[in-house]
């Protein structure tokens, strides 16, 4: 599926993308818990357009820029007016670092 095809609500939906800037990591308490968790956003783009991706906990330490990611069985929301793609809890998120990167 292309970025520009994404829309709020779809589910089970399969997307790559560079990621081409990142976020700052911020940290917000859990809605149900005293629990905090860390939280950042990257932009990732194709093709045909980009989207916002939000990061939580060891997924964030995973992305940085120029990787490529790949995230299936994701769902789209909006935050803010905006479209944002998340992995959710039964998605998975891949990276695959570029070329010459330890």
Same mark, same amino acid.
């Given at each position: 599926? =292309?970025?520009?095809?994404?829309?709020?609500?779809?589910?089970?939906? &399969?997307?790559?993308?560079?990621?081409?800037?990142?976020?700052?990591?911020?940290?917000?308490?859990?809605?149900?818990?005293?629990?905090?968790?860390?939280?950042? #956003?990257?932009?990732?783009?194709?093709?045909?357009? =980009?989207?916002?991706? #939000?990061?939580?906990?060891?997924?964030?330490?995973?992305?940085?820029?120029?990787?490529?990611?790949?995230?299936?069985?994701? &769902?789209?929301?909006?935050?803010?007016?905006?479209?944002?793609?998340?992995?959710?809890? &039964?998605?998975?998120?891949?990276?695959?670092?570029?070329?010459?990167?330890?």
């Amino acid at each position: 599926m =292309k970025i520009r095809d994404l829309r709020n609500g779809m589910k089970q939906v &399969y997307v790559e993308g560079k990621v081409i800037e990142k976020s700052e990591t911020r940290e917000v308490l859990a809605r149900f818990s005293d629990t905090v968790h860390r939280v950042a #956003t990257v932009v990732i783009a194709d093709e045909t357009g =980009k989207v916002k991706l #939000t990061l939580w906990n060891d997924q964030i330490s995973q992305v940085e820029v120029n990787d490529l990611v790949k995230v299936e069985k994701g &769902y789209v929301s909006s935050f803010r007016g905006e479209i944002q793609l998340n992995v959710g809890k &039964y998605g998975k998120l891949t990276v695959e670092k570029p070329a010459g990167h330890l």
